[in-house]
C-alpha cells in the first residue's frame, strides 16, 4: 500500500522539491477573501540537491548548485462539497512582494522560500492571492521518482519528440508509460518549445490528471479506510505543516479518490508580462491583475473556472503560435506587406514569382511537424490550402494563386496556448483530449 500512499503526494503536489522542515504559516497580517470557502492546500518543491550524492545527481540529471527555492508551486483547491479540485501552478518566476519584511522586498515567488522556509511560502502567497492556506506538503526529487516507481510508472505524452540535454529528456513522439527518473525528466524539462516555465507546468499538470485516473483505476482512494492508509504512509515520506494531521489527509485522499475525471481543473496563473527584467533579480514574470484577481476571487468563492472569461477571454482568430516565430516566404509583395503588419517574419520573393499563377486560393508548403506554424499563418489567410513537404526547410512559403487575398488579424495570446483552465479529461494523456496512440509494455526506462 506504501506505493499508494506516496502517490497520493505526488498528485496532491507534483512538488519537485526537497523536505526541509516547515511550520504553521503565521496568522499575522494575513488579508484574505471574505467568501472563503473549501480547502486550499499548498504544495511545494525546492529546488536543492542537499543529501544528494553525486552519483543520485548524475542519475536523475539533477547536477549544479540548488538555490534552497520553491521549483514548483501549486495550489489545490478542494471546493466545499468535495465535488471539484481545482489545481493552479504558480510560476517559479512570478515577480511578488514577499510577506512580512520590513522594509518590503520583492522578487521571484520562488525566493520567499530561501527567506522563512515554508511559513515564509505560505505568508507570502496568502498576501498576493488573498486565500487562507490551510494545509502545506513538500515532497524532493527523490520521493518523486519512488513515487512513480511504486505505482508502476506513469503516463507521459507528446505529440512530437522531446529532448532537454539539462534534464535528461530524449522521448519519442506519442504515449508513453515512464518509470520514476524518466517522468522527472519529463516533469522537470525547461529547455523545449517556448522558452520558460509554461510548457513545463502544463507536463506537470497532465502528469498529475493521469495520476488520479491510475490511482481510482487501482482504488488506492476508494474509501475512507483505503485512504487512512494511504495517509498515514504519506505522513512517512512528506512533510506537513502543524495543522495537517493524517484526518486531513484522509479527507483529500477521500475527495480525490471520489472525483470524476472531468471534474478536475488546471490552470496557471494568467501572465501580463513574459520577460520583465529587474535589476539584481533578472528575468521575471509579472501576473495580469485583472485576469489574476479573477482567478483568486473564483476559488475565494468556491466556484469553477472553466468558462470563466474574467479569467481567460476568448478572442477571435486565436492562433496556436506567436506570428512573430513563425518565418514565411511570400510571392506576392502586397501579401508579403500584410502578413508583416500581422507580425510574422515575412520574407517577400515576389521578384521570384511564377509568370503564371495557380488556380485557386494562396497555398502554404510547410515541413512536417510545423503544423502549428502552418495553422497560425492559415488563420491570416482564410481559405488558404495547406500542404506539407517533406524535406521542406525552416521556413513556410506562401504561392498565392488567382483568388483575391485577404490578410486577416490574429491573435496570440499565450495564457491561452499554455495555461487556460482546462478540464482533467481534456488535459490529460487518458482523457478525452488526447488522441496519440498509447505504447503498450512495461514502463520505459529512462536512457
Known amino acids: 500500500m506504501r506505493r499508494l500512499t ?8 507534483l512538488a519537485v522539491g526537497a523536505w526541509p522542515a516547515s511550520g504553521a504559516a503565521p496568522d499575522d497580517g494575513r488579508a484574505q477573501r471574505a467568501a472563503h470557502r473549501g480547502t486550499n492546500i499548498l504544495v511545494v518543491g525546492t529546488d536543492s540537491r542537499e543529501g544528494l550524492s553525486a552519483a543520485e545527481k548524475r542519475r536523475l540529471n539533477v547536477g549544479g548548485k540548488g538555490c534552497n527555492c520553491t521549483d514548483v508551486m501549486m495550489l489545490v483547491h478542494l471546493s466545499a462539497d468535495m465535488e471539484r479540485a481545482t489545481v493552479v501552478s504558480v510560476p517559479r518566476d512570478s515577480y511578488v512582494p514577499y510577506a512580512q519584511t520590513d522594509p518590503v522586498r520583492k522578487g521571484k515567488i520562488n525566493g520567499a522560500y530561501a527567506l522563512g522556509r515554508g511559513p515564509q511560502a505560505v505568508a507570502t502567497v496568502e498576501q498576493v492571492t488573498k486565500l487562507h492556506i490551510d494545509h502545506y506538503l ?14 508502476g510508472g506513469a503516463t507521459v505524452c507528446t505529440d512530437q519528440p522531446l529532448k532537454d540535454v539539462n534534464s535528461g529528456l530524449d522521448l519519442p513522439a506519442g504515449v508513453h508509460r515512464t518509470d520514476g527518473r524518466g517522468t522527472l525528466r519529463y516533469v522537470r524539462a525547461r529547455h ?15 502528469t498529475v490528471s493521469d495520476l488520479l485516473v491510475k490511482l481510482r483505476a487501482d482504488r488506492a482512494l476508494a474509501d475512507p479506510a483505503a485512504a487512512y492508509r494511504t495517509a498515514t504512509t504519506l505522513l512517512k515520506s512528506v512533510r506537513t505543516d502543524d495543522r495537517t494531521d493524517v484526518w486531513d489527509l484522509v479527507r483529500i485522499a477521500t475527495a480525490l479518490g471520489r472525483l470524476d475525471h472531468a471534474r478536475t481543473e488546471f490552470a496557471t496563473v494568467p501572465i501580463r508580462e513574459f520577460d520583465h527584467r529587474v535589476d539584481g533579480v533578472g528575468s521575471t514574470l509579472l501576473w495580469h491583475e485583472p485576469r489574476a484577481e479573477a482567478l483568486w476571487d473564483a476559488l475565494a468563492a468556491d466556484r469553477p473556472i472553466i468558462g470563466d472569461t474574467r479569467i481567460l477571454p ?23 506587406r500584410a502578413l508583416g503588419a500581422a507580425k510574422f517574419v515575412v520574407t517577400d520573393t515576389s521578384a521570384a514569382a511564377p509568370p503564371v499563377r495557380h488556380a485557386g486560393p494562396p497555398v502554404i508548403r510547410y515541413a512536417p511537424g510545423r ?6 499563418l492559415a488563420m491570416a489567410l482564410p481559405g488558404a490550402r495547406k500542404e506539407a513537404v517533406a524535406g521542406h526547410d525552416a521556413f513556410l512559403d506562401v504561392l498565392v494563386g488567382t483568388d483575391p487575398v485577404t490578410v486577416g488579424s490574429v491573435t496570440w495570446d499565450r495564457n491561452i496556448v499554455d495555461g487556460a483552465p482546462v478540464a482533467g479529461n481534456r488535459l490529460g494523456c487518458v482523457g478525452d483530449g488526447h488522441r496519440l496512440p498509447a505504447t503498450t509494455g512495461p514502463a520505459r526506462p529512462a536512457p
Open 314 to 336: 476568448r478572442p477571435a482568430n486565436l492562433v496556436p503560435n506567436n506570428p512573430a516565430a513563425v518565418k514565411a516566404r511570400v510571392d506576392d509583395a502586397a501579401v508579403a
Open 138 to 151: 513538500e515532497t524532493d526529487f527523490t520521493g518523486f521518482e519512488r513515487a512513480v516507481n511504486g505505482l
Open 192 to 206: 523545449i518549445g517556448r522558452p520558460g516555465d509554461l510548457g513545463r507546468v502544463r507536463r506537470q499538470q497532465r
Open 6 to 13: 506516496i502517490a497520493l503526494a505526488l498528485v496532491s503536489t
Open 371 to 376: 503544423e502549428d506554424d502552418a495553422a497560425t
